[in-house]
């Protein structure tokens, strides 16, 4: 059974430029989380869908960052303009969860991006 | 406000070696999820474990057991008789009932397992 698959790998751009981040959770889960981890802050939830509806986005850091989730089976996270500060490891993670948040959630591989 | 802290950084031991890895929890609600993940050097996050406010037992994987002690809030990991391939930077995190399931990570403690 395939994973949480995250596209690209590694994203190296250039100051300004905006940048998406693709993610295809695990087919019949109905959850979905965007993270992000860096050295100073850890590992620290953006934003998550549940049955494709933004649920909490608290922890978008400020409007640069939009993330949608237009079907169960694809999710996007956007940073425009993007800024050095945004390197870091993003990760999607996905969960069949009914709300009670108990389930475990599965990660994809993660997308590191680097902004010059 | 919730939280986790893992107050490990860094561990290194020597292969064979019994390791435990810290984790205490901050929470004032009664229902909530513990969790360990792993994250070897090739970066992915993996699932290890997942315990319930209401099931204090301890659990046994192979090497790898859990105690969790709501006494101390605490859910501390151990793996015994080390190997090289459990270094890794593993992280305990809590979910808190009905709020949808995210995470809340402590900072990870990087184990370095030495042959």
């Known amino acids: 059974d395939a994973g949480v698959i995250q596209s690209p790998r590694h994203e190296v751009t250039e100051m300004g430029q905006e940048v998406t981040l693709r993610c295809k959770p695990i087919?019949?889960?109905?959850?979905l989380f965007w993270y992000r981890q860096t050295m100073m802050r850890g590992l620290e939830l953006l934003i998550y869908?549940?049955?494709?509806?933004?649920?909490?986005d608290s922890g978008m850091p400020e409007d640069r960052f939009s993330a949608k989730m237009p079907n169960a089976s694809f999710s996007t996270l956007k940073i425009q303009p993007s800024e050095p500060r945004d390197s870091a490891v993003y990760f999607c993670?996905?969960?069949?969860?009914?709300?009670?948040?108990?389930?475990?959630?599965?990660f994809g591989p993660g997308t590191r991006l680097t902004v010059l | 406000a919730q939280k986790v802290t893992q107050a490990q950084t860094e561990i290194s031991v020597v292969e064979k070696e019994d390791v435990t890895l810290d984790c205490v929890y901050e929470t004032r609600d009664t229902t909530y999820y513990l969790f360990w993940y792993k994250q070897p050097p090739s970066g992915e996050l993996v699932f290890l474990i997942r315990r319930n406010s209401f099931d204090e037992q301890n659990e046994i994987s192979g090497r790898y057991s859990w105690n969790f002690q709501k006494s101390t809030s605490s859910f501390n990991f151990t793996i015994t008789a080390s190997q090289v391939v459990d270094s890794a930077v593993y992280f305990c995190?809590?979910?808190?009932?009905?709020?949808?399931?995210?995470?809340?990570f402590g900072q990870g403690t990087e184990l370095s397992v030495k042959p």
């Open positions: 869908f549940n049955n494709n509806v933004p649920i909490d």
């Open positions: 087919s019949g889960h109905n959850s």
């Open positions: 995190a809590l979910s808190i009932y009905n709020q949808g399931g995210k995470l809340i």
């Open positions: 993670a996905s969960s069949f969860a009914t709300g009670a948040g108990y389930n475990e959630q599965f």
